[in-house]
């Protein structure tokens, strides 16, 4: 098992996650700008999942079907990135939760956020 980066990030990039992971699992990507998770680091330890302000975080087994393709994505996005271990200032771009959930409702998307994620 291991943890995916969706949608979610993209063109957000806060970096609460990194803070918290232990072993520097998040690489920074630029197409598209997020971050991703390299799978053969990540340890599970779920720490990240809370830590992400946005919900962009799930553990593989409970990812929603609409986001299902990230799994992939993280796995093969990761190599082309940079290594990213400390905090920094999310982009301008980045959206709020309920921004990004009202997005994901005009899509006719009703998305169960992560069991693990902060209330």
């Not at 920074?28 to 053969?40: A, G």
């Not at 990213?84 to 998307?109: C, Y």
Request: proline share 8%.
């Amino acid at each position: 098992m291991t943890h995916v980066v969706t949608a979610r990030c993209v063109d957000c990039r806060y970096t609460y996650c990194v803070v918290e992971c232990p072993v520097a699992c998040f690489w920074e990507v630029k197409d598209p700008h997020m971050l991703v998770i390299d799978p053969n680091t990540c340890i599970d330890c779920e720490a990240c999942v809370p830590a992400c302000p946005v919900n962009a975080i799930w553990p593989d087994h409970e990812l929603p079907e609409e986001y299902a393709d990230w799994e992939q994505k993280n796995a093969d996005l990761w190599e082309g990135g940079e290594n990213f271990t400390e905090g920094s200032d999310p982009l301008d771009s980045a959206l709020l939760l309920d921004e990004i959930q009202e997005k994901e409702k005009e899509q006719g998307w009703d998305i169960a956020e992560p069991s693990k994620a902060a209330e």
